[in-house]
Structure formats: C-alpha cells, structure tokens
C-alpha cells in the first residue's frame, strides 16, 4: 500500500500543551507513523514538506448549519424549493471542507431530509465535504423559535412545530424514520424572535420529556438551543448531550452544567453573537436595531458565561451559528479566536476545542481529533504556529494542505482544491 509522508512539519497534536517536530506518515485512510525529532526518516510513497508549517487535527464544526444560505431572517429558509436548497447545502459543504473543517456536527437542517441526504453522499464519495453527524430540523412549539406560520397565509418554516407531548413523539418519531443522527430541540426562543425572546422558554417539561424518551429509545444524540436560564436548566435536568448558548445561565444553572460536565458539551455559537453586534451593518443590523433587539446584552452575558464555563472546566465546542447573512458560510474559524479574544482561553485551549472537543461531541473520540496513529487522517497544514496565533486557521491561503479520510482535498503540491484526487491507498 503506498502511503504519504509529512516530513518537517511541527506537530500539533490535539491534546498536548505544545507543538513538536515529528514525521507523520500515512497509509490508507489511517496514520500509520508518527516519528518524533528531526532524525532523517525512511519515506516511500508521496513526501510533502512541511517546513514552516503546523500539522494538526482537521478542525470540527460544532454548530453548523450547512442548509443555512445565508439568508437575512430565518424564515426566507422556508421559501427555498427543496431541490435548489440541496445544491446550496453541498455547496456550503464543499466550501466547510476548503476552510479545514473535517467534521461538522449538524445543528439543524433548515428542511427534514438536507443534511441527512448530504451526509449520505458525502459518504458514498458522490459529494466532497466534512464527515457529518446530520441533524433534525429545529423542533419547537407553537410560538416559539422556528415557528414561522402566520394566520393569514401558508408559509414554510425551518422549525417542525409540535405542541404536547403526543405531538412531539410524533415528530421525533419521524425524525428517527428520517434517519438522523442528531435531535435539535429549542427549548428557549431568541432576541430575533418578537413573541419569544431569548429569556423565554416555550418549551414545557412534559414535552421535553416526551422528546427525550423518543431520542434515547433509538440511540439518537439530542443538541438544544438554551439562551434562559430556565431552559439551561431544563437540558441538564432532561439528559440534553450539547446544550447551545446558555447565555443567561444563572448561578444555579452554572452549578447543575458543572456537575454534568462529564456528560454535556456546550456551544456558545458566538459568531452569530459577534457579527451581530459589532459587523451587523452589512446585513442591516444598524447600531439601533441591535439595541432594540437587546444584542449587546447578549453579548456581554455570553462572554462572562464563557468565562466561567471556562473556569469550571466544562467541554465546549466551537461553531458560531454560520449562514446567515450576517455570518456567512467559510468564516467558521474565526471562533476559535473569539474563544481568545473574548472568553479568555490560550490558543491551545481554544484548538482542543476545535479538535479534542469536536470529536468527542461527533462520537468519534477514538478515532479523530487528534494526530495519533491508528487514527483516521484527518490533518491540516498550517502556515505558522497555530499554536501561538489561533487566527491563522481562518484563512484559506494559510491552510497548506486539507486530507480527510486520507484523502488529499487540498493539495500542497498544485494548491489546487481536488485538483487531483490523491489517495494514500492509491
Ligand atoms: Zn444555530
């Protein structure tokens, strides 16, 4: 079997303090060899150089929706035709891989069967994108966040509406027949939304449960968005695996994530939070819609959140809320400095969550996130030390070579994004 070798490279390896210099080879979709020093290495097979360069885990995005279009307000979602909205979906899969990330945990598909499809292909080899856990749409209830309708005419949401407890059985029933691998519940509503702001919560304990019962029946990992306090709450109390947000978690809140911290992930999704409030003109989030809207709140109790999940020494994942139009698709990685600059982790810190973090939250522990051998190999070459400057990922000119699978997406030799397909095994 030929195989790849990395040589020059300092390594960066998931779960370690520092960087250091190793010879990486590859074989297959797996890393066969890891050489640590500078010592001369028996290579056969393909040899990239990677002087100057970091190697390091693909990154995981933790809350991402690759059926967001980057549309302005959630309910034009609603009004794209299903076949349109496909093609947009793998385009920003395809446009996820080519920014470094290897994985993407779904956190609701604007329509039932988009992110199930697209995981589908990906792994068929039909479509080129990061490994994928697909996702629910975001169930919710009358009146809360997702529901679009209106009483004077049709219209579409990206929400699965579902009021009691039989109602939501119904749908997280269906969601299984759909074959998801993840359940998306809002139990709390959002600034954005008038009848439900975010430190409202909806949802009903009877409902949750009923919700929860269906996804732990058939094996499903359940994401909840959590902006009040209340709905933090509720999560840990119901089993939720990763609670968003949690902005407005209060002390009590803090002290139950604590004591579920070996079972909870937490995703701030902080992009959405940031563009909002300090680039939100582009979009037409003016200086006094963002006020109006309560967002610079949001904003400042979010980062003191962080800060202390932080401290508590809780998981958290990185992923930003991606795909709107105030956050577009490909500026992913910008949260792992937003992890940096606003809630006080080190750059090594902020990469295991972009790594370690996100694979444990994809189930795949044992088998991504870091640069180990046997693992899958999944590995970015990075121009500098990521380990010092975390904002080197998020751009594209910096990221050397992108392989997935042992599969070479971005190519050192031609620069070219699949220019041509190289497999290890091949
Ligand atoms: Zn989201």
């Given at each position: ?8 490279a ?7 303090e520092?960087?250091?210099?190793a ?13 640590k ?45 299903p076949?349109?909205?496909m ?48 996702s ?25 509406v579902?009021?009691?407890?039989l ?16 359940m998306?519940?809002?139990i ?16 009903e ?9 269906v ?14 306090s ?6 840990v ?7 968003y947000?949690?902005?407005?978690a209060?002390?009590e ?9 070996d ?12 563009n ?7 979009a037409?989030?003016?200086?006094e ?25 809780l ?11 105030v ?10 400095e ?24 994809m189930?795949?522990e044992?088998q991504?996130?870091?640069?180990k ?36 997406f ?11 397909l190289?497999r290890?095994a091949?």
């Amino acid at each position: 079997m030929s195989q790849i070798t990395i040589t020059g490279a300092s390594v960066w390896d998931g779960v370690s303090e520092a960087a250091y210099p190793a010879t990486v080879t590859i074989e297959g979709n797996k890393i066969k060899k890891i050489a640590k020093g500078d010592g001369p290495v028996d290579t056969q097979g393909t040899v990239i150089d990677g002087s100057g360069h970091t190697l390091m885990p693909g990154m995981v995005e933790g809350h991402c929706h690759p059926s967001f279009t980057g549309v302005g307000e959630p309910w034009e979602l609603g009004q794209l035709c299903p076949e349109d909205h496909m093609l947009k979906t793998a385009q920003n899969l395809r446009l996820l891989l080519s920014h470094g990330f290897t994985s993407v945990f779904e956190a609701a598909s604007a329509k039932p069967m988009l992110g199930v499809t697209a995981r589908d292909a990906i792994n068929a080899g039909v479509l080129d994108g990061p490994r994928m856990r697909a996702s629910s749409p975001e169930i919710t209830t009358t009146a809360g966040l997702g529901d679009e309708r209106k009483r004077h005419i049709y219209q579409e949401s990206f929400g699965l509406v579902a009021d009691g407890p039989l109602e939501m059985r119904r749908v997280a029933r269906e969601c299984v027949r759909d074959n998801v691998d993840n359940m998306k519940i809002n139990i709390s509503g959002d600034e954005f939304v008038s009848f439900a702001r975010a430190e409202i919560t909806p949802l009903e304990d009877d409902e949750l449960a009923a919700f929860m019962a269906v996804a732990r029946k058939y094996g499903k990992t359940v994401a909840a968005h959590a902006r009040s306090s209340e709905s933090v709450k509720m999560a840990v109390r119901h089993g939720v695996d990763c609670i968003y947000h949690c902005d407005f978690a209060d002390e009590e809140a803090l002290d139950m994530l604590e004591d579920a911290k070996d079972r909870v992930i937490l995703g701030p999704a902080f992009g959405l939070v940031h563009n909002a409030t300090r680039e939100g003109e582009i979009a037409g989030i003016t200086k006094e819609v963002a006020e109006e809207l309560n967002l610079n709140r949001k904003f400042d109790a979010t980062c003191a959140t962080y800060h202390e999940i932080r401290k508590r020494g809780l998981r958290v994942a990185v992923g930003g809320d991606y795909g709107f139009a105030v956050t577009p698709m490909g500026q992913n990685a910008r949260d792992l400095e937003h992890f940096v600059t606003y809630f006080g982790y080190a750059p090594v810190e902020a990469l295991k969550c972009a790594t370690h973090v996100g694979a444990q939250l994809m189930q795949m522990e044992d088998q991504i996130g870091q640069v180990k051998e046997g693992f899958l190999a999944d590995l970015l070459l990075v121009k500098g030390d990521v380990t010092k400057d975390v904002s080197l990922v998020q751009h594209q000119d910096n990221l050397t070579m992108i392989m997935k699978d042992g599969v070479l997406f971005k190519d050192p030799r031609t620069g070219f994004n699949k220019g041509g397909l190289i497999r290890a095994a091949e």
